[in-house]
């Protein structure tokens, strides 16, 4: 079955601060692919990045970047010097196997970034 | 930029009443989803439609919920006799094939009382 499993609820930080939030997959496929979306307050779903199995390379978009590791299952996402605007619910999803391109998400990771 | 609509924003409705959820997608995809989000909980998948037509639901979509594309534009879910469970926030998605990402109406909260 696929899954994904962010063990982390919530996380506190005070701005500057870095902070990674973990998200490991499950998947019995060879290709699949990993997003990350930001929900914040306001409660809309933001998309952040989208990645394909068969590229493991590191992603960096200012002062985010993502971090694949496919013998781990992992697909973890760093804030470096977080900011307050960064509080949010943050959501990793696999796309399913099927053809419809369904999402699974994780339970996602609340991030409180106090200043 | 293009992005998905959705209307109305929150819908207050009685148990056992009618709704239907509006979503104009992206004027060029072709992937249409809705999903659910239950308050503090995560979100889950509904249903997919493409090609006119439902391609994948989920075992929440049952006979109470139905999906249309009335006029090649909007996308609409509706809840036939909504129940007290059926209060959550409803995500319209659409993606330019199955594969690339899907963008995310702003949502609609349907509370049911």
């Known amino acids: 079955a696929q899954k994904v499993t962010q063990a982390q609820t919530e ?3 005070v701005e500057k ?58 697909f973890n996402f760093t ?13 990793c999803a696999l796309r399913d196997s099927s053809n419809t391109g369904k999402l699974i998400f994780g339970q996602g990771t609340t991030l409180q970034v106090k200043p | 930029e293009p992005e998905v609509t959705q209307t109305p924003s929150h819908q207050v409705t009685q148990m056992g009443q009618e709704v239907i959820l509006r979503c104009v997608p992206i004027s060029n995809h072709l992937y249409f989803y809705w999903y659910r989000q239950i308050l503090g909980q995560k979100v889950e998948f509904l249903v997919s439609f493409y090609n006119n037509e439902i391609s994948e639901k ?21 809840i036939r006799s909504t129940k007290l469970e059926d209060s959550a926030m409803y995500f319209c998605a659409t993606g330019a094939s199955g594969d690339n990402e899907q963008f995310f109406g702003p949502g609609t909260r349907l509370t049911v009382l």
């Open chain 1, 11 to 13: 996380i506190s930080v």
């Open chain 1, 79 to 91: 804030i470096t010097a977080s900011q307050v605007v960064d509080s949010a619910v943050y959501f």
């Open chain 2, 58 to 78: 989920s075992e929440i979509f049952d006979d109470q919920f139905s999906v249309e594309r009335p006029d090649g534009s909007n996308f609409t879910l509706k």
């Open chain 1, 17 to 74: 601060e870095d902070v990674t939030l973990d998200c490991v997959y499950e998947t019995r496929d060879t290709t699949y692919y990993l997003f990350w979306y930001k929900q914040p307050p306001s409660g809309e779903l933001v998309f952040l990045i989208r990645r394909n199995s068969f590229d493991e390379q590191n992603e960096i978009s200012g002062r985010y970047s993502w971090n694949f590791q496919k013998s781990t299952s992992s």
